[in-house]
């Protein structure tokens, strides 16, 4: 093909017919052009299906680490609640609505714990990294960047606090006061419990204990809800 158009612009000169083979050669220009463009317009597209692809990947990892730690979450708030009652169970001993039994041993020891999660954010710095405007919505970028550099932090500074007063306070009593069972089930058994339900300090550390527990819980639903709605817009976008 190329051996023709060469023999066919050389005949032209030949033939002292200069009009006609400009005419071809700026077709054969035009051609070539067009040719160009053609090709560039293929590898633009063939390199924006790599950045849609790559761009849907990010997103996709996103929302399994989200789903991740929404399950996670779920299983803290659930065992956090299953604490918060056994405690209150403990607060109607101390009351007087209950008599001791060392069944109840279990729960005395639940009543100290606390459960967490920690946010995986492999995938968000991942997506930071490349950039997060793939997220066209402003709102669900915005709440995402909050949730891995706001919330995440404060979700893990919950825990030395909730440390801090087990270890300050919580721990010394409880070792002055009960036995360990170490059982199927752990448990607390009081070295006298009429007086242990007289005591003022421990009913103090039981009502401080429901309360941290309280007030984790709010922030770990909290922290549940935000992560369910961002879930729920990224899948809307891709």
Do not use: C
Request: net charge positive; no cysteine.
């Amino acid at each position: 093909m190329i051996k023709f158009f060469r023999r066919f612009r050389q005949n032209l000169l030949q033939e002292n017919r200069f009009s006609k083979y400009l005419l071809y050669a700026i077709g054969e220009i035009v051609l070539v052009v067009v040719g160009i463009l053609i090709a560039l317009q293929i590898n633009n597209w063939n390199e924006k299906q790599k950045t849609v692809q790559f761009e849907q990947k990010l997103s996709t990892e996103l929302i399994q680490s989200l789903q991740s730690d929404i399950k996670g979450m779920r299983f803290v708030i659930k065992e956090n609640r299953e604490i918060m009652q056994q405690a209150s169970v403990i607060i109607e001993l101390i009351e007087g609505q209950r008599t001791y039994h060392d069944s109840l041993s279990t729960y005395i020891f639940n009543a100290h714990e606390y459960y967490h999660h920690s946010f995986d954010k492999s995938a968000y710095e991942t997506s930071r990294t490349h950039g997060l405007y793939f997220i066209k919505n402003d709102s669900t970028r915005k709440q995402l960047s909050d949730l891995y550099e706001w919330q995440y932090e404060h979700n893990s500074n919950l825990r030395p606090i909730r440390n801090d007063f087990y270890s300050s306070t919580v721990e010394p009593f409880l070792a002055e006061n009960f036995a360990l069972e170490l059982t199927e089930n752990k448990g607390l058994i009081p070295h006298n419990p009429e007086d242990l339900i007289k005591n003022p300090k421990y009913k103090f550390i039981i009502m401080s204990s429901i309360s941290k527990t309280r007030t984790t819980l709010y922030w770990q639903n909290k922290f549940l809800e935000n992560m369910e709605t961002i879930k729920k817009r990224l899948k809307s976008e891709f």
